[in-house]
């Protein structure tokens, strides 16, 4: 019994999809915040000519209040302008980073909208149970997560910065354009560095995320099993089976009218699709059957193979109630068959 209750199997569809409908999914804040520097990256080096341009123009305008004197109006005017170009400045790269978010869990999880984390469970604010969270082995696993990414980020931009501060009074002397051009060379190596680095934690912070999540929704193999019964004994999932299965079976049967000797109907409300090959079957074979709509549509498809339809309506009722797709016919049916295909073979100078 304690083998039962260990959770060593994998977890099923159902349990995957009913925790997904529960808005718990396997989710890398790292992989995330990878995908949302890059497009940052990208996007604020596609702007970088806009922002030079701005800035330069920050400069000029600041550079030509020298001597002026500052009254209401002058600082009005410099809050403005100030304002306006950040402004002009931050918000494309900042619609950009959104976005980036958005598609970046997106792309992990997929399209999935629940309100079920919404929903008030008061069990979260136990204060009992919150300090055994605060030192579960969980959070100890992120907090030295947290501590190796942020020292590893600090050495290298440490390391890095080091180097460039050492360039400094040379380029304090370098024109503002010049400034902005070296500024921007450092800036590119400092973050394709960290890019790099960021990409390793989140390759590993996803591997991780994905093994723990999954290993959190295994099953015991009692678990699978009381799956399995409440599945099977659902009365939606067996009709939904039955349907399908239904479904396939008419596919199949309007497959095999083509190949039909004739058509026994009622005329209206039965019709049955008898074939016979000498060569391969002893007796002849019900090989589709339908009633009302159905068997509208078995005719209709004889008529367009120019297959005979035949009237006889005590042996169409007798046929559709002791056959079965594929059966062969009962043997006190045999002559009554017989007569109906005799008749159709001579009307269509047919020799079997």
């Known amino acids: 019994m304690a083998d039962d209750q260990e959770k060593t199997e994998e977890p099923s569809s159902k349990k995957i999809e009913d925790a997904r409908n529960d808005g718990n999914v396997p989710k890398s804040q790292d992989t995330s915040a990878f995908i949302t520097l890059v497009v940052a990256l990208a996007v604020f080096l596609a702007m970088f000519p806009w ?16 001597g002026v004197e500052i009254t209401k109006e002058v600082t009005l005017q410099l809050s403005i302008i100030s304002f306006r170009e950040v402004i002009f400045m931050v918000i494309p790269l900042a619609l950009a980073v959104s976005v980036a978010g958005i598609l970046a869990n997106v792309l992990q999880t997929g399209l999935i909208f629940t309100t079920k ?15 055994k969270n605060l030192f579960s082995i969980k959070k100890l696993v992120e907090m030295l997560k947290i501590i190796i990414k942020v020292g590893a980020i600090l050495w290298v931009c440490y390391f890095f910065l080091l180097a460039f501060t050492k360039e400094l009074p040379t380029v304090i002397s370098f024109p503002l354009p010049d400034q902005l051009g070296w500024l921007k060379h450092k800036m590119i190596i400092l973050i394709s560095v960290i890019l790099i680095l960021f990409l390793v934690l989140a390759l590993a912070d996803l591997l991780f995320v994905r093994f723990s999540y999954f290993k959190s929704l295994r099953m015991s193999k009692q678990e699978m099993k009381d799956e399995y019964k ?17 479904q396939m079976t008419k596919k199949r049967m309007m497959q095999e009218i083509p190949q039909a000797d004739v058509i026994i109907t009622n005329p209206t409300h039965y019709a049955i699709a008898i074939r016979y090959n ?13 009633t009302d709509f159905m ?58």
């Not at 984390?117 to 300090?131: A, C, H, N, V, Y």
């Not at 409440?230 to 239904?246: N, V």
């Not at 297959?307 to 045999?334: F, H, S």
């Open 117 to 131: 984390p919404l929903m008030p469970d008061f069990s979260k604010i136990d204060p009992m149970k919150g300090l």
């Open 230 to 246: 409440q599945m099977e004994g659902d009365p939606k999932i067996k009709a939904k089976i039955r349907q399908i299965q239904m």
């Open 51 to 66: 922002i030079e341009s701005r800035t330069v123009y920050l400069y000029h305008y600041y550079h030509s209040l020298i």
């Open 278 to 290: 000498q060569d391969k079957e002893a007796a002849p074979k019900v090989i589709a059957k339908g």
């Open 295 to 352: 068997a509208l549509r078995i005719k209709e498809i004889a008529m367009n193979y120019n297959i005979q339809i035949v009237e006889n309506p005590p042996l169409a009722r007798e046929l559709y109630k002791k056959c079965n797709l594929g059966d062969i016919i009962p043997e006190n049916l045999y002559k009554a068959v017989a007569e109906v295909l005799a008749f159709v073979y001579k009307s269509s100078n047919k020799s079997r």
